[in-house]
């Protein structure tokens, strides 16, 4: 699987931006998907996620401001972000994590888009 995340930018604090993840494969509709974003010297955090089935987890530091999408068809997951803050910049990335199986032992692959950069100003 390969992520390709775009959208982001330069917005003035109380603005919107849109983060889109387009996903290479046949498999994206089972993927559960997620957002993580890390600011210089920070560790890099979960921002919001959603499940193959729809069902969608947020940060509480972005509950109600963000949210996020997906569309099968263009396997593609969307973050829109509204309201935001200064210290929502960060760098975003995309994710997903694929589990096998040999045996009894589970492995778990993850996989990261390249990041795309998200600086509110003050």
């Known amino acids: 699987v390969q992520l390709q995340a775009s959208g982001g930018g330069l917005v003035q604090a109380g603005g919107s931006l849109r983060l889109s993840c387009a996903a290479s494969g046949s498999i994206f509709s089972t993927l559960d998907m997620g957002w993580y974003r890390q600011a210089p010297g920070e560790e890099r955090e979960l921002v919001a996620s959603i499940s193959a089935d729809g069902s969608t987890n947020y940060a509480y530091s972005v509950k109600d401001r963000f949210t996020i999408s997906r569309d099968n068809a263009k396997n593609t997951v969307y973050l829109q972000m509204n309201s935001l803050k200064p210290e929502d910049t960060a760098v975003y990335y995309c994710?997903?994590?694929?589990?096998?199986?040999?045996?009894?032992?589970?492995?778990?692959?993850?996989?990261w888009g390249q990041g795309t950069l998200v600086t509110v100003s003050s």
């Open positions: 994710h997903t994590n694929i589990q096998t199986h040999k045996g009894w032992t589970r492995y778990d692959h993850n996989y």
